[in-house]
């Protein structure tokens, strides 16, 4: 079962790269929106408490010069207890629904080598539940832009995520697969 997903991934990225050679000289710092699925690993300290976390996001950009657009960014996620913790939760009578974040951030895109770019966003993380609390929140990262046509394309973006507040953090390394649509 697993190596045929595994397969179906390989095949998947391989004729995405076939797409992407034979649209090579499509730009790709455009304007664009894109809507994709992000997968979550939790990092340092957020190791301690979560196993993984997942959600949506969904991004525009706009470009402002020849390689350089600004984006921004809302999306929707939320992060699973690691077993130990959420065992200990329900034997105190605690809560284990984890509550939902909105990410919202501004920042920008970088893009070189044709398809590649390095990206910065920064901006709230809101949580959502009983409370609503927001934390800072910071995302560097890289990913590949495939365009399939000059309207349509791939986004594959892997990044750091932080979300700071004064009672605490969540950290993360994310990566997230979108489908684009460029527009005027």
Not at 136 to 159: E, M, N, T
């Amino acid at each position: 079962m697993l190596s045929k997903i595994l397969a179906k991934n390989v095949v998947t990225v391989i004729t995405m790269f076939c797409f992407n050679a034979a649209y090579a000289q499509l730009p790709t710092a455009i304007a664009k929106t894109s809507i994709g699925f992000l997968m979550g690993i939790p990092v340092g300290k957020s190791t301690n408490r979560y196993i993984n976390g997942y959600g949506i996001s969904v991004k525009s950009e706009r470009n402002v010069a020849k390689s350089l657009n600004v984006i921004g960014s809302v999306g929707y996620m939320t992060f699973r207890y690691r077993d130990d913790i959420k065992k200990r939760l329900e034997n105190l009578g605690e809560d284990v629904h984890v509550d939902g974040v909105v990410p919202i951030t501004i920042g920008g895109r970088y893009y070189f080598g044709g398809i590649y770019y390095a990206a910065l966003e920064a901006g709230t993380a809101v949580t959502i539940g009983d409370q609503i609390t927001s934390s800072f929140s910071y995302a560097p990262g890289i990913g590949v832009y495939l365009p399939f046509s000059s309207r349509y394309g791939a986004d594959i973006g892997l990044k750091y995520e932080r979300w700071r507040r004064s009672s605490g953090e969540v950290s993360f390394v994310g990566i997230r697969f979108a489908f684009a649509l460029s527009t005027p």
